[in-house]
């Protein structure tokens, strides 16, 4: 059940035409950065402008055009078992170079991910965000 609501979730924020923020051309307005540990506080909320997540994300998997990461690390012994929070990534600019499952990427204050919303779908903290880096 969750797998479908993910990606009707994914789908949605595919489509949904946002606004090309204006650190697309490499500036970052100010804004409030957040972590892992923060993100189940802000589902449901509406969130500050200028909101950015920090951190290192393991790549899990591909889907409508989206790209779901974990935070890491991410242990592939358990497999089947979903981390607490997945981010939805959707890239603007370039993917990460040789994006394959369980390749760790990091988001730094200089290059963060920008949150679009935060959602808890049963039990699960889903975080959509978008991915300007070039």
């Known amino acids: ?9 994914c789908a949605l924020f595919v489509s949904s035409g946002m606004a090309q923020p204006l650190y697309s051309t490499g500036e970052l307005p100010v804004g409030s950065y957040y972590t892992e540990d923060e993100l189940e506080g802000l589902a449901g ?10 951190g290192r994300f393991v790549f899990i998997e591909e889907m409508k055009a989206a790209s779901i990461f ?5 242990d ?13 990534v959707k890239f603007f ?11 760790e990427i990091v988001a730094t204050r200089q290059n963060p991910l920008s949150i679009q919303y935060v959602r808890s779908e049963n039990g699960v903290i889903v975080a959509m965000a978008e991915s300007w880096s070039k």
């Open 1 to 9: 059940m969750l797998r479908i609501g993910l990606a009707l979730l």
């Open 45 to 54: 909320k509406q969130l500050p402008v200028n909101c950015y997540l920090i």
């Open 70 to 74: 974990v935070f890491a690390p991410y």
């Open 76 to 88: 592939y012994a358990q497999e089947g078992i979903i981390d607490q929070v997945l981010i939805v």
């Open 93 to 103: 600019g370039a993917p990460p170079d040789n994006l394959t499952i369980g390749k």
